[in-house]
């Protein structure tokens, strides 16, 4: 490790509104959500991943995205983002005023079909569909790649499956990828492995890594990831996410933990820390699944 | 990040008998400390801190040291240690019929002071007489470090002074050093320089990190470290240690983590995970703090 290889700032992308909430087995009011999102601003969040246009049969917590969007506070400087899942959805996001969208794949076969109901080949031409719908529109595409450190069905994902979908997905003209640790697979070998390769593949688009909790593992791969380069890390306030009802899916890694390592190495984020963790507390109040994992909670913390 | 760099295998020093449950407000019972000892060693443990020689007036929970020597389960191959505070401790160890014990003092002048009633350099002192009393038994001495990345009282510790107390400390005699991070302020960056200073002063002595939780920030740091030349980790099964009522004292990183981590990026500890998970649990039922950690808990997880 040789410190003069990181950089002096990095970027964290927000995924709690979204990500963390969306599997909250109880629906949270639209106030809450807008509550978190502003917490999350004010703390000095800039890239917010706010909610989902995934149609509500699916995603039944995310129903109220027109509203959320409609409400939350702007600001200059703060770029909100939500998780299309085809052009339809990118319209609806278009018509509540977004510049910027998500799309989601996996890497691997199984979960792709598992997760989303259709192959890694339909899912590419799915996404290529909405790239080209979004440059129509002046809409840029931040794209996902799940289960790219490895996936429940299939175990280890070959690194150069994720690099030759990274480097499709920046073909159709998406601005970032993003590595996902779906289910908090990753280690730092892995992460430093996929990274990098990936970082040598792309010409254009940034990258950016997503992991999940794994007992505190997490943050051994973004060290790793930010000795291979990555740029943006992914982060849940109060590291919400996954669900009770699937062992396998645990929750985002902590934004405020993720937040407190980087200054720490003097690596600046622009997100004050007290600040985040009163957003952190609040993202933790609403969730039930947290309360569930810290109650019965059997792993080391 | 260069995996070729890491050890295919390194050394776990468990201290959860004696670091993890020392500060327990309620005295454990004596059969319950050596049925996690023997588990432990079931599990694969084969550097295990047992007990403290420390006086009973300051760590009544060690009182029985002699008793949980007597009681544990010898295995060939598996090497107990002992706290021993000065010379008197070291011949109660020895009594004890144990061959190797270990010593403490901070790099910082404050703590040291607040933690162990004398200066850094009458801390020294008794040091190199237990030093010079043990190689007259043929026994030999692991050298703590406390606040080696930082002190809660004094902040940040210069890596030269940790250095220079690491020499003097193997010019005694000790075998190991062993650099702690007492309140778990370290972070991958002071990791890093810290071990990597140390361990290019050192001649002979083996050189160790002892960890302590920081919501996960422990596992990057374990991380730098391997890049740093660390030879041996301490841990604690359960994430045991700390005390409810010093804020500041964070319990020990996670053993069956650690394992689990170097396990997948393939360096070999000789521990067995499942094993593990079973000592971890039997060391978590026997702790209040842990209890009322997880009862309460504010952080990330």
Redesign the interface.
């Known amino acids: ?1 040789d ?1 003069s290889r990181f950089p002096t700032q990095t970027r964290i992308f927000e995924v709690g509104p979204r990500d963390g909430l969306q599997n909250e087995p109880h629906f949270i009011a639209t106030e809450h959500k807008v509550n978190l999102t502003n917490l999350l601003v004010e703390a000095g969040c800039r890239l917010i991943e706010a909610t989902s246009f995934v149609h509500p049969k699916w995603v039944p917590q995310m129903a109220d995205a027109e509203e959320v969007l409609a409400r939350i506070e702007r600001r200059p400087g703060v770029l909100f983002n939500a998780l299309v899942p085809n052009v339809k959805g990118l319209e609806r996001a278009v018509a509540a005023g977004l510049t910027h969208v998500v799309t989601i794949m996996s890497a691997s076969e199984s979960h792709n079909v598992k997760n989303l109901n259709m192959s890694v080949s339909a899912s590419l031409e799915a996404i290529a569909a909405i790239n080209a719908a979004a440059a129509g529109r002046g809409v840029r595409v931040r794209s996902y790649i799940a289960t790219a450190y490895g996936c429940p069905f299939e175990g280890e994902i070959p690194a150069e499956r994720v690099a030759d979908i990274a480097v499709a997905l920046e073909g159709f003209g998406s601005y970032e990828i993003s590595l996902g640790d779906t289910t908090g697979m990753a ?4 992460a ?2 996929v990274g990098r390769l990936v970082k040598t593949r792309l010409r254009r688009a940034s990258l950016a890594a997503h992991f999940h ?1 794994a ?6 791969n ?3 990831s930010l ?2 380069g990555i740029e943006v890390f992914d982060g849940a306030a ?2 919400l996410g996954g669900c009770p009802y699937a062992p396998g899916a645990s929750g985002n890694i ?1 934004t ?2 993720l937040v ?2 980087l200054h ?3 690596i600046e984020t622009g997100i004050d820390r007290e600040k985040m963790a009163a957003a ?2 609040y993202a933790k109040s609403l969730s039930a699944t947290q309360t569930a ?2 109650g019965s ?5």
């Open positions: 490790m410190g280690h730092p070998g892995s430093f492995a909790r007992d505190g593992i997490e943050f051994a973004v060290l790793a000795e291979a109060g590291g902590a405020e933990t407190e390592m720490r190495m003097g952190a507390a994992r810290e909670h059997s792993g080391p913390r």
